[in-house]
């Protein structure tokens, strides 16, 4: 039996084999490319799979997504803007492979679930925080999953006291603030010299003061998104992972206070926002619950 993890990223694939000691070693990875997009990630695919025959394959991608129709649609990648058949295509490449799909942010809210830090909560929030802004709300121990799909894309819920433009085309998104592509742009608007959000990250580390900024813009937006979202599914537990999550005090300090002014609610006392201990592999690592759920339902 051979179970296969991929996740689509915003800047790039992973792919790996399912099993309980996989490490990064194990996970080959490519940036998405200018075209042939599939074949990249069709290479990744065979290049984990082996000669092996593959009997599931999960699949987390950024979205949006259609899970029903088993379509996505990267704005991040221009082949698969308009929507990519991405079950199709694998099963084509894997005849006797259960496929599943699901949001990214849904399968770290998976991962954080079997894995994570809320494995031991019912009702939680997963929010993976890299280029774009994702994720999994949990109720009840369940994962919500919505009605086509894309529940968890907290990217677009709005912030108060922003008014920014979003990719989607409305205004004052979570997203539009706080993901890193905005805050890259952002932080380069003040003159910030660097590039890409690891970058970013790094320079608030040394102290850079644009990037810091940029970094605390980030967490006070976000925070004010968790306040927003805890009173209404009245959780307790609030895992942050990505990029962006490492950055320490210049991304978390702003986003305990904004948490602390913002979630008053008397029930809402024991919220706690804890950085994700799963690093970069969370989401790759809910796409291989995802193919475990695929096997077993066979
Ligand atoms: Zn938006």
Redesign the pocket.
Known sequence: MTLLALEIGPAGFAASRVADDVGEDDIRRHPIPDRAAWEVCRDLLLEVSGEDEVTAVGIASVGPIDMAAGVVAPPEIPEWRMGFGIIEAVQKLFPVATIQLALDGVCLGLAERNFGATSEVMDALAVTISHRISAGVMVGGFVVVGRTGNAGHI??MLVPGFDEQ?????RG?L??VAGGAALVRWAQGQGWPGRGVEELVESAGTGDEIATAALGRAGTALGRAIASVAPLLDIDRVVVGGTLAKAGAPLWKPLNKSVATHARVGFLTGLRVVPSELGDVGVLAGAGVLALTAAQAE
């Open positions: 990217g677009h979003c990719e989607c085309g409305g998104c997203e539009a």
